[in-house]
């Protein structure tokens, strides 16, 4: 018995360790999160990849699973049907119902780029005109640029945009097949200054760059854009002065049902490496928190809010009253369960009740027995009785357990044995001796 006894124990710690590891092993595996991004080739996609190698590479507690997007009204689609936790947003992409931001990626500034002869002075005399409209990525600016130029009045049918590429952009331009073109950029853009630099070195064309009017107002009528800047000389000469504008901004973007608490610790991670992402990344994507007190496109999620605001809330302190009620609701359930087994007969009785249990039956089986072979058997019974609890368990064991020792009640009934054998077989034992000794062993 002591045997199976410590097996039971030894059961019982390693199957406790386990459950420690695999606690512990849930706990410290990172947590995979399906990002939305496109269309393929664009620099938003290139900029996730590396981020999701960096987050791999500095061992955060979150992964990026890319999942590919025909551009950012595809990814709000996905966003809002719960195919991705995470989607790569423009905040002029009306299409999001349910997009919250955790971080802006990226910022881009609208600027007007003209020919010096070609009369234009401001944007309303880009009525009528050529005006093309360069694509950065896949998606498509012109019903941005459309919107802006409404607020000036500007119809639909008054203006003649053309979406191009850049060198399609360069090539017109060069060709005077139009006297200008809209950029939604960063104007610290490598590819943009360098298509700047062409225009004005190898094709010796004089440009002015412009930024937008009334941006202020802009930016308060419509809520996907912000006031930007371009700064003096951004594009070598270019523009003379620093010119006030407005801009869009591509936003990494989860839905609500993400819990605040990922939302914290993601944010808090993103932050940190973006460092190494510029380092890691040579493009114009800066990581910054969304500002949490402006009325904006995508409202900050409720999880970033806490960690711009320092309220963020560890796991224990979140969700306490869920960990108590846990641990009561485990402490009844346990007792309940403990309480049937022991109503059903599947509990184990205590060694010292189950040896009591067993030495009351072998004492009704001798009080009843009419012949020396019966106590013979009863003797062999008890015998191996005694060998099993010596061998399996011993009497130290036994006292452990807090169980009186029975080594008074088993000499005592061996010696009833003796004397009931002694009684059958007519040898040396009074009937009164007899009676004596079997109501004691009765009580």
Same mark, same amino acid.
Not at 23 to 30: M, N, S
Not at 62 to 86: C, H, I, P
Not at 245 to 261: D, H, K, N, P, Y
């Given at each position: ?11 019982? $710690? ?11 092993? @849930? ?10 991004? &496109? ?7 290139? $900029?996730?990849e590396a981020l999701a190698r960096v987050l791999r590479d500095t061992h955060q507690p979150y992964r ?20 991705? *936790? ?11 119902? *349910?997009?919250? /931001? ?33 694509? %950065? ?6 019903? =941005?640029?459309?919107?802006? =130029? ?19 952009? %360069?090539?017109? =331009? ?22 700047i630099a062409e225009l004005t070195g190898k094709h010796k064309l004089e440009v002015v760059v412009k ?34 504008? $407005?801009?869009?901004? +591509? ?6 049902? @993400? ?6 610790? +993601?944010?808090?991670? @993103? =932050? ?39 309220? /963020? ?44 249990e067993q030495v009351r039956v072998l004492a009704g089986r001798l009080e009843a027995a009419t012949s $020396?072979?019966?106590? *013979? ?14 061998? *399996? ?8 357990? &807090? ?6 009640? +088993?000499?005592?009934?061996?010696? +009833? ?17 007899? %009676? ?8």
């Amino acid at each position: 018995m002591a045997r199976q006894l410590a097996l039971r124990r030894l059961a019982v $710690v390693l199957g406790g360790l386990c459950l420690i590891l695999a606690a512990w092993y @849930l706990a410290v595996r990172p947590t995979t999160l399906r990002v939305a991004v &496109g269309a393929a080739g664009s620099t938003q996609v290139e $900029v996730l990849e590396a981020l999701a190698r960096v987050l791999r590479d500095t061992h955060q507690p979150y992964r990026f699973k890319l999942v590919r997007a025909n551009g950012s009204a595809d990814a709000s689609a996905m966003l809002d049907k719960g195919t991705v *936790d995470l989607a790569v947003l423009r905040s002029d992409d009306q299409e999001g119902k *349910d997009a919250r /931001s955790i971080v802006i990626l990226h910022k881009r500034a609208f600027a007007l780029v003209v020919r010096k002869d070609s009369g234009i002075e401001t944007l309303r005399d880009i009525a009528n005109r050529p005006i093309g409209i360069t694509n %950065v990525d896949a998606d498509s600016y012109k019903p =941005m640029v459309e919107k802006i =130029m409404s607020h000036f009045e500007l119809g639909e049918d008054e203006l003649k945009l053309q979406e191009m590429s850049r060198k399609e952009t %360069v090539d017109a =331009m060069a060709q005077r097949r139009i006297d200008g073109f809209v950029m939604i950029i960063n104007p610290a853009s490598k590819p943009t200054r360098e298509m700047i630099a062409e225009l004005t070195g190898k094709h010796k064309l004089e440009v002015v760059v412009k930024g937008v009017p009334s941006h202020q107002a802009l930016a308060l009528r419509f809520r996907e854009l912000h006031k930007s800047e371009i700064p003096e000389g951004a594009f070598g000469l270019q523009p003379p002065e620093d010119e006030d504008t $407005v801009g869009i901004t +591509l936003e990494l973007a989860a839905s609500s049902r @993400l819990s605040e608490q990922t939302a914290t610790e +993601l944010t808090k991670s @993103l =932050m940190e490496v973006r460092g190494r992402l510029r380092i890691a990344q040579a493009l114009t994507y800066n990581i910054e928190t969304p500002p949490v007190d402006e009325e904006r496109r995508f409202l900050p999620h409720a999880g970033t809010a806490a960690f711009v605001n320092s309220e /963020s809330k560890t796991l224990l302190e979140q969700y306490s009253e869920y960990i108590w009620l846990g641990l009561f609701g485990v402490g009844i359930i346990g007792s309940s369960v403990a309480g049937v087994m022991s109503w059903a007969g599947l509990k184990s009785e205590a060694p010292a009740d189950t040896l009591a249990e067993q030495v009351r039956v072998l004492a009704g089986r001798l009080e009843a027995a009419t012949s $020396v072979g019966e106590v *013979d058997g009863i003797q062999g019974d008890f015998d191996d009785l005694v060998l099993a609890l010596m061998r *399996d368990y011993g009497l130290r064991s036994l006292a452990e357990e &807090g169980a009186p020792d029975p080594s008074p009640w +088993l000499n005592t009934f061996a010696g +009833l044995i003796g004397c009931r054998r002694q009684l059958l077989e007519g040898v040396s034992s009074t009937p009164s001796a007899e %009676v004596t000794r079997m109501s004691a062993m009765r009580s």
